[in-house]
């Protein structure tokens, strides 16, 4: 058993679990959009940030990674902490503004409105990659992926072409945490460019 | 230069023994004689780009039977005067040299006549002729201890290289000294990691050799080579010049830490490093100095080559290792620190290129010595590549802790025209930009990070007072928001973000709160991201708000650009009295927004003009502003 300390409560943790999972057995609230039980943690989305340390000495991790330790103090909700999420939540805002699951969750942290333009009204995509992940890792198939890099990164087939590795289990679209990958399953596994062609050409 | 050839040398074989390769050293040494006279032509980048192939074959040519060789070298740093000649061991210096002049330069060497006066370096405030390189400001101020055999040696020459001492620290490691002497020397040295953090190489050394023993595995040894810094070239400069600096530090490296594997990760732009490399390993391996049973001591290492996949982002470390397992070089979040879980999931010790090349001297002449160099907490010397509104363009190494002005005023010649310099961007594209009023900054690791700015790699940009700050850190920002790989939020979101914040000040558009805005997302996106790419990203624009506040203001609250750069803020206009109607500017000007009649004053249509600022270049009378 490892004691440490969540938000001034002393709380017990096992060897080799993360600060999230100490926090959720707990039942301190952490958000999250790029973790998922299921798969592999990644660390995109960094909504997961705490601040470990002390007066003298703090950082900033995630929580979904950050493996526990003796001692460890932990603040889930201090001003560092609050900062980071409020601006990912208000880019996100104005970078999916079609996802209502995105919108609720600025809303439940207080943001409300952006100051950031929107480029794409339909967005609701954040590229947490929780979709690509379960493809590979669980159902084994990478029928999903990553195309382009940087700032251009989107989610789509691989090289984009149409993929028929899909077997159609829908566990994308349960892990996505946006409601984007029930809009886009069609597009990569092809089904209307598929039946108008008459096969699975792009 | 050795006077056995290559050949005669390979012919030695494997070198058995600290003795044999002693007693190889001394048979160069006896074969060469140290007054014979060499022609040295840098070969490096810049001087092969302004032509020095043809300078060293119009040289060879000329030279014929005469007793004197001819030899070509890495860059001398000294690039914006390329193609450079250097006489040794006279040590007479010509700059921009031409292939016309290779038989006066052979002449007055050959018949110890004057130097050839138009090739000599001349004092551009005295214009007076330094013809020895030693007096030239460039070099009397440098102190070159990774660069000291830069343009002395040729790079594919491992017998040039033995006579010039490489090697001794090798055999000495391998005969007197265990693993844990070498891992305490450099330990001693105080030397700090020349990649961008600073962090102590004996300190990550020592810690990879306690996961080593906890995990029971052999260690990795990794050289970074990916350097991708706009505008430097401080790390290809050592790979071309002295290939095997860098080898022999790496296998000084893997002694210490009982590696059998290493790896060069180079940046895959740079196919002059990578073949030098490769000759050296070569060579290295046909005299025993790599390979199995090092120098017969019973110690097997080998190297190998991994091209670099072309982001910026491949030059961090956890990147560096997807990308030589074979994957896409994405950053990974990383707990444990890689001297435990590297490559492979192994214990691996990642150095930069100039870390690993000062590891051979700080062996060969101690720990201790090389703590006397430098500062107390940044020991040594940093190699820097000067870059921008300087007149002396190029590559120098400085004790650290040297001021800043130093660099730029005494090695740079300062700012063309003789105006101070308005700020130094340090560190690379994620450093800071450190005012005029700062010049007095001991250039060290830590003064740099106290005065908000980094050590980075060693690039050095020195800015006028016709580079506008807003300008500048947007800049850099587009220069990251290219680069981020895109994993995490803050970066690929928010360096945008901040962009787009920046794009608004330089059309005039944005507030006070706009800046407060601006700190507040820049401190998440330090807090938040990933990778130091997107956490370091911010600096340049929070060191210019801090030292240049004012120029922010003045761009979104008198809708100004004091430095006459934000198109959107300027206007070009004609001082009639100056003005003398030759019409030049009006024959050059694209948009055809110049008129006026011959000999008269001219005017700007500025609804025409697109600001592009020709007419104010091609003025010879000074007669076009700017405001
Ligand atoms: C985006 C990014 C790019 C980097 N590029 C380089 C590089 O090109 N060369 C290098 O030596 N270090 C680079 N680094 C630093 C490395 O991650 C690492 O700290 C360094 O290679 C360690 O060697 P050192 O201790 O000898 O400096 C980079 C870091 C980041 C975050
Ligand atoms: S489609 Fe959904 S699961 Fe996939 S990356 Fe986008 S938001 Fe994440
Ligand atoms: S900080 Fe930027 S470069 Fe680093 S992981 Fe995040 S997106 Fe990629
Ligand atoms: S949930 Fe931890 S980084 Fe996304
Ligand atoms: S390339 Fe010749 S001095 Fe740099």
């Known amino acids: 058993m490892i004691n440490m300390v969540i938000d001034g409560r002393q709380v017990q943790a096992q060897t080799g679990w993360t600060v999230l999972e100490t926090a959720r057995q707990n039942g301190i609230h952490i958000p999250t959009l790029c973790h998922h039980e299921a798969v592999e943690p990644s660390g995109a989305c960094r909504l997961c940030v705490v601040e470990i340390g002390d007066e003298t000495w703090s950082k900033i991790v995630i929580s979904c990674m950050y493996p526990v330790a003796e001692g460890l103090n932990v603040k889930t909700d201090s001003p560092r902490v609050k900062n980071v999420r409020r601006w990912i939540l208000e880019m996100l805002l104005a970078q999916c503004p079609a996802s209502p699951e995105i919108r609720a969750l600025a809303a439940e942290y207080g943001v409300q409105t952006t100051r950031f333009v929107n480029h794409d009204p339909n967005e609701q995509c954040i590229l947490c990659g929780l979709c690509v992940r379960v493809c590979k890792e669980v159902v084994g198939v990478s029928a999903i992926s990553t195309i382009g890099r940087g700032v251009h990164k989107k989610i789509g087939s691989p090289y984009g072409v149409v993929s028929d590795a899909c077997v159609a289990c829908g566990s994308c679209v349960t892990v996505c945490p946006t409601g984007a990958m029930s809009a886009r399953l069609d597009a990569i596994r092809g089904v209307h460019a598929g039946r108008e062609a008459g096969k699975g050409g792009k | ?627």
């Open chain 2, 1 to 627: 230069m050795a006077q056995i050839t290559n050949r005669e040398i390979q012919q030695a074989g494997r070198l058995d023994s600290a003795e044999a390769f002693m007693a190889l050293r001394e048979r160069i040494l006896a074969a060469s004689d140290p007054n014979r006279t060499e022609i040295i032509v840098c070969h490096g980048t810049g001087c092969l780009a302004n032509g020095s192939v043809k300078v060293a074959e119009a040289l060879q040519a000329a030279v014929k039977a005469a007793d004197l060789d001819i030899k070509v070298t890495g860059c001398h740093g000294f690039c914006s005067r390329g193609p450079l000649v250097v006489v040794r061991p006279s040590g007479l210096f010509y700059q921009r040299v031409k292939p016309a002049d290779a038989e006066d330069i052979l002449q007055s060497v050959l018949e110890g006549g004057q130097p050839v006066e138009r090739l000599l370096y001349h004092d551009p405030n005295t214009d007076q002729a330094l013809p020895q390189e030693k007096d030239i400001p460039f070099y009397s101020h440098q102190m070159r201890i990774v660069l000291r055999n830069i343009g002395k040696i040729d790079p594919t020459d491992i017998g040039d290289t033995i006579a010039h001492g490489g090697y001794l620290a090798l055999a000495k490691a391998l005969y007197q000294m265990s693993p844990e002497q070498v891992v305490a020397e450099v330990e001693r040295s105080g030397l700090r990691g020349r990649g961008g953090a600073g962090f102590p190489t004996g300190r990550k050394w020592k810690s990879a050799l306690a996961a080593i023993k906890k995990k029971g595995y052999p260690a990795y040894v990794v050289v970074n080579g990916d350097e991708g810094d706009p505008g430097a070239f401080m790390d290809r400069t050592i790979m071309e010049g002295d290939p095997h600096a860098v080898l022999e530090g790496l296998i000084l490296g893997a002694y210490a830490l009982g590696a059998h594997q290493g790896f060069m990760y180079v940046r895959a732009e740079y196919p002059v490093a990578i073949k030098h490399l490769n000759i050296a390993m070569e060579q290295a391996r046909a005299l025993g100095l790599l390979g199995q049973n090092i120098l017969g001591s019973g110690f097997d290492f080998d190297v190998q080559i991994n091209r670099g996949a072309g982001a910026f982002v491949c030059g961090e470390s956890t990147a560096l290792f997807t990308s030589i397992e074979g994957r896409a070089g994405e950053p990974k979040p990383k707990y444990v620190r890689s001297v435990e879980e590297g490559l492979w999931g192994r214990p691996t010790v990642l150095n930069n290129v100039e870390t690993w090349a000062n590891v051979p001297q700080i062996i060969e002449k101690g720990g201790e010595w090389y703590a006397g160099l430098g500062v107390p907490h940044s020991t040594g010397t940093k190699v820097f590549s000067l870059v921008g509104k300087v007149n002396n363009v190029g590559l120098v190494e400085v004790p650290m802790g040297t001021p800043l002005a130093s660099i730029v005023e005494d090695l740079g010649g300062g700012v063309p025209g003789g105006a101070p310099f308005k700020a130094v961007q340090t560190g690379g594209p994620s450093g800071g930009c450190l005012p005029y009023d700062m010049r007095e900054v001991p250039v060290d690791f830590d003064s740099l990070t106290r005065a908000g700015s980094m050590m980075g790699s060693g690039g050095m940009i020195v800015m006028d007072k016709r580079d506008c700050v807003v300008d500048v850190a947007r800049y850099f920002l587009r220069f990251l928001e290219e680069e981020s790989c895109g994993k995490c939020i803050p970066c690929r979101l928010g360096l945008t973000r901040m962009r787009e914040i920046l794009d608004g000040f330089s059309q005039g558009i944005g507030s006070e709160k706009d800046i407060d805005d601006l700190v507040s997302l820049a401190a998440a996106i330090q807090d938040g991201a990933l990778c130091a790419l997107g956490g370091s990203a911010p600096n340049p624009v929070l060191t210019t708000l801090q030292y240049f506040k004012d120029e922010y203001l003045a761009h979104i609250k008198d809708k100004r650009c004091p430095a006459g750069v934000c198109k959107d803020l300027i206007s070009y206009s004609i001082d009639p009295d100056k003005c003398t109607g030759c019409m030049t500017c009006a024959r050059q000007c694209p948009q055809k927004a110049i008129a006026g009649e011959k000999k008269k004053p001219h005017v700007i249509n500025q609804e025409l003009c697109i600001r592009c600022g020709i007419c104010m270049e091609s003025c010879k009378f000074g007669a076009v502003n700017v405001a």
